[in-house]
């Protein structure tokens, strides 16, 4: 099972090189060209992290144990917190900077985000509380 969640990983790849492939020579609209420049940039980093992930995990047995070491777990969970605080703090400078130049669009997106950060936060952390 492991075998074919790992060539899964590899067709991302492929993906990603018909992706370029589209965008250098499809002669799509821009706004098409974005899109997969944006879908590239999620696929690629998404397969590149599984495959390190399962090269970490064959190459040091102790990889998985380390992981779930209390202490690491205790680290990340410390770390996404202080990481959340300096999001929503960049967010709110954002808006702010936004309103005083006075683009109403812009700010007006970044405050419905900074509003909805901490919804999805609580949103997250019950549903992860309830499947642990």
Known sequence: ?????????????????????????????????????????????????????????????????????????QIKYRAGYLVCGVDMFLFGLATVVFIILDYTLPAIITGVMLALQPAILIGASSIIGKKI
Not at 10 to 19: D, K, R, S, T
């Open 1 to 73: 099972m492991k075998k074919n969640r790992t060539k899964l990983w590899y067709l991302g790849y492929a993906a990603c090189a018909v992706m370029l492939l589209l965008i250098a020579f499809a002669g799509l609209p821009k706004s098409a060209d974005v899109g997969l420049a944006c879908a590239f940039g999620a696929v690629f980093g998404v397969s590149y992290v599984q495959l390190w992930y399962d090269r970490q995990a064959k190459k040091d047995e102790s990889f998985e144990i380390e992981l779930t070491d209390e202490r690491n777990v």
